[in-house]
């Protein structure tokens, strides 16, 4: 028994160094690209357009979190005006629900560990079961997310759940509103049909695995924010949003192993561009620049990077995502720009080790190949 788990680790280590490798690869690959996609090209302008734009306004409003502004422009733009719309829409529609729950729980579950423990395990498995099974399943994990950043903002003071509710909102409006104003004036208005997805039924029969992995994303949620309060780490409410939105990738249904395999490639991805747009991210920040124009030229650049990487044809892609994503956060600390880096390095660090910890728990959860046959067949 000793002598097999062993031989699982090692196969474990080799795989996820075969993983790294691979990805470092395909990530020279796509840097030996960058600029030759005429596509590519005007799809970085335009997203690094939305950031910008996103940014200005609510730095200009003096919005408590002009990064989560800058963040939602990114993530609402799609290749097509109608397709941003509606992703920006299903995000700020699971935002406003999210904030209400979070706001109507918000007066008594920061005061019930317990209570809040289960509560974000139970959100986090509807959120991620949800982007299994939902054509909308965008809009429900911002609603798990939200109602979880909006919880745990006063898990020191309870009383600053209504004003962190309130500004989610609104930094994610204006965020949307940013994404489809660039998309329609810059890009082909085309409406595709919205995602085939399989629906809600059957979760005990064919769509066993989604509840499962819910399941799993939800014990990984409540045992990182465990370690994590013991720990007393930082940047509480970073860390649940990297497990939520790993946990998020697709099922595999043949398999143990097929999925196991897709949340540990994503988990790295993540991790890997994590470092890289944290690390890009200081780098700029030890410049010191007193310049505004400067520093908003080098956020756009950045996110023009990230997105086409993003949408690269090197298998890369959710690498850029990421990186565009933390060189975001790090670089975009506060209602002006930034004048320290401390900020930015604790920002960095509770994301990655946020990141670090849920891919070691994910995969002492994930069960055999045996064993996952067995779920998927139904339970007995």
Known sequence: MIRDFTRTVAEDFAEGGRMISRALQNLRLELADLGQDPALNRQGVVVASAVV????????????????????AFMSMMSTGAGSVRR?????????????????LGRWLPYDHVALCLFLGGMTMLGVMAMQVSPHGLAWLFLAITSI???LSGLNNPLLIVETAYYRVFDVAIGVAA????????????????????????????QWPALLHGARAGISVVIVLIVWILLDLPQVAEMTISIAVVMSAPVITYGGLGTRHAVAERSLHRFIGCLIGGVLALAVLGLDLTSFMWWLVLVAAGVWVGAYLQGGRHGVGYL??????VYVITLI????????????????????????ILLLVSLLLWPSDDEDREAISGPS
Do not use: K
């Open 149 to 151: 950043m909006v919880l």
């Open 179 to 206: 994404a489809i104003l660039m998309a329609n004036l810059f890009q082909d208005w085309h409406a595709d049909r919205p995602p085939a997805m399989p629906g809600w039924r059957h979760l005990l029969g064919a």
């Open 333 to 356: 600390q506060g209602p002006t720009p930034p004048t320290s880096i401390m900020p930015g390095i604790d920002r960095f660090a509770g994301i990655a080790g946020g990141l670090g």
């Open 320 to 325: 850029g995502t990421q990186s565009a994503f």
């Open 53 to 72: 734009l996103a940014t200005v306004v609510a730095l200009y409003l003096e919005m408590e979190s002009p990064w989560w502004a800058a963040i939602s």
């Open 88 to 104: 920006g829409l299903l995000r700020l529609v699971g935002t406003i629900a999210g904030a209400l729950v979070g706001y109507i």
